[in-house]
């Protein structure tokens, strides 16, 4: 499984950006698809996810905030993220499971500025 991640860039704090996930294969064949951040100096921490069954689930850190989201014909998951606060700022990864293997895409930046 192949993920392309996209969308990242600059934003004001309060703003929005939607970042995708595309997937080489069909994403409903893939247990779950989620979404990790990584601020420099900092582990990666998980964010959001959302199972083949539609299932969601969110970090506190960013409930209310973001939402995860998929598009079948497309093969790709998104993540809306609003109210944006420079914390936010951070590498975002995606990341499928299936099977028990993990697969990870490239990051995209996220940088808000205060």
């Known amino acids: 499984v192949q993920l392309q991640a996209s969308g990242g860039g600059l934003v004001q704090a309060g703003g929005s950006l939607r970042l995708s996930c595309a997937a080489s294969?069909?994403?409903?064949?893939?247990?779950?698809i989620g979404w990790y951040r990584q601020a420099p100096g900092k582990q990666r921490e998980f964010i959001a996810v959302i199972a083949s069954g539609g299932s969601t689930n969110y970090a506190n850190s960013v409930k209310g905030r973001f939402t995860i989201s998929r598009d079948g014909a497309k093969n790709t998951v998104y993540l809306q993220m609003n109210s944006l606060k420079p914390e936010d700022t951070a590498v975002y990864f995606c990341?499928?499971?299936?099977?028990?293997?993990?697969?990870w895409g490239q990051g995209t930046l996220v940088t808000v500025s205060s």
């Open positions: 990341n499928g499971i299936r099977r028990g293997n993990n697969y």
């Open positions: 294969e069909n994403i409903f064949s893939i247990n779950a």
